[in-house]
């Protein structure tokens, strides 16, 4: 057994594999052993032109499973239900899947048992895309990654190489055992790993009063914060959402703090800091605010209207002043000279580390499902790929955790000193 195949436990799960018309199928029958090696059950169900790039032999024997392509048996009018293959999976990976698969599922379209079965599966989705680099770089095949990303499939990013093609570049199916730890990683039961922590979180987009009718505000839907305190409460921390003015419901074991503007978001975050482990700051906090906020709607002129701004108080720069070795983790959004901007905010604030989100990245930033970002501390940057902001916020607990970890194996090493 290879080093990668016993990382992966995966006792008593069951996992469907779909397999689409790839040249990458070969790789599937790699995975279909990794996955069985590692203890689950599976399943395969492949579109029609993949049994031309690998039988359903070689996969039925791999898999201990009869193969699944068509709606029924043709032998003997035994029927093939997408409905209970969806239900019996405790994970549905489709691997490879070709940029024709890709588009049918952002699309909807249900023209085989593999794609059908994808409509009725409740439960998580993986796919491995594979294809030649310019069909995977085409404005069309990253469109609909991001919709399946905004409703939650999860995608393993294709790597760099020599494809088929005989070309160089990106979109060959990422290899077996990183599959197969990526689904290993997904469907194991997140521990209480932050229990007896308290984190606050801050969220969502600032209100500055002009006059009673109007207001200064931006666009953050509360989405990445939300998703992050959701995170960490699962992993058993106790936290406190200080939000801004959203839509959303509060997550589950979460305590939320609502309010308007960056002045009160300043008091109630300073405020729940003080019994706090740590803090993500996540929310996007006006810089100024009128220096009056007139108590009677102002009235339109002929002319032109001047507002005169404050600053407001910056929350991660007080609670970096005062955090000692507690946690402190910030957000970056910028638009251009992305990481001079976000390590200047990492020094000035005093942060831990920063993660760092570009409005030139397609489906990053506000109120969309999804985010693109980067940790930046002081050791250097890791760039993350395109995902669901609860993946985003799955990957930010991570690194808390990495942190703490290494803080607390410090602090054990003085003491033995
Ligand atoms: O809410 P969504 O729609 O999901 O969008 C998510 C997001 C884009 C808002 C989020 O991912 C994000 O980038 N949040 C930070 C946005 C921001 O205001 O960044 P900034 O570069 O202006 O601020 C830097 C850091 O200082 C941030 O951690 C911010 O919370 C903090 N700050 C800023 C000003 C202030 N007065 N107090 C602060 O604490």
């Not at 491995?128 to 499939?153: F, G, I, K, S």
């Not at 970056?332 to 976000?342: C, F, G, K, P, R």
Request: hydrophobic share 45%; aromatic share 6%; with cysteine.
């Amino acid at each position: 057994m290879g080093q990668n195949e016993s990382a992966v436990s995966l006792k008593g799960r069951r996992i469907l594999l779909g397999v689409t018309g790839s040249i990458a199928a070969y790789k599937a029958a790699q995975l279909c052993r990794l996955l069985v090696t590692a203890g689950a059950e599976v399943q395969v169900v492949m579109t029609p032109l993949a049994k031309q790039f690998i039988t359903p032999l070689t996969m039925a024997t791999l898999s201990k499973h009869p193969i699944r392509v068509e709606f029924f048996d043709p032998e003997n009018g035994a029927w093939h239900s997408h409905v209970s293959l969806g239900e019996w999976a405790d994970c549905y990976l489709i691997a490879p899947a070709t940029a024709n698969t890709l588009a049918k599922m952002a699309a909807g379209i249900a023209d085989n048992l593999l794609l059908t079965t994808y409509l009725s599966a409740r439960c998580p989705v993986v796919v491995a895309p594979a294809m030649d680099l310019d069909m995977y770089a085409h404005a069309a095949t990253q469109q609909n990654l991001r919709t399946l990303a905004e409703r939650n499939v999860r995608i393993v990013e294709p790597a760099e190489g020599e494809l088929a093609s005989g070309l160089h570049g990106k979109g060959r199916m990422a290899e077996p055992e990183t599959i197969a730890a990526f689904v290993g990683e997904l469907l194991t039961e997140k521990k209480k790993t932050l229990q007896g922590k308290r984190f606050v979180v801050t969220a969502g987009a600032t209100i500055e009063a002009i006059d009673p009718v109007r207001f200064l505000s931006n666009h953050s839907s509360g989405k990445m914060g939300y998703a992050i305190a959701g995170e960490l409460a699962r992993r058993g921390a106790a936290v406190t959402l200080v939000s801004g003015r959203t839509s959303l419901d509060v997550p589950s074991g979460v305590e939320r703090v609502d309010v308007l503007s960056a002045a009160e978001m300043y008091d109630a975050a300073v405020e729940a800091f003080k019994q706090a482990d740590g803090a993500v700051l996540c929310a996007a906090v006006a810089d100024y605010t009128p220096a009056e906020v007139a108590d009677r709607k102002l009235q339109k002129g002929d002319g032109e209207m001047t507002l005169t701004l404050k600053r407001t108080r910056d929350i991660a720069a007080a609670l970096g002043a005062d955090k000692g070795d507690r946690l402190l983790v910030g957000f970056a959004l910028e638009t251009h000279d992305e990481q001079a901007h976000a390590e200047a905010k990492l020094h000035k604030k005093n942060l831990d580390f920063i993660v760092l989100n570009s409005l030139r990245d397609a489906g990053a930033g506000f109120r969309v499902d999804t985010n693109k970002v980067s940790f930046i501390d002081r050791s250097g940057r890791e760039e993350l790929p395109l995902m669901s902001k609860t993946e985003v916020a799955s990957r930010i607990a991570d690194k808390i955790e990495n942190h703490l970890r290494a803080c607390y194996a410090a602090s054990q090493s003085k003491t033995t000193r």
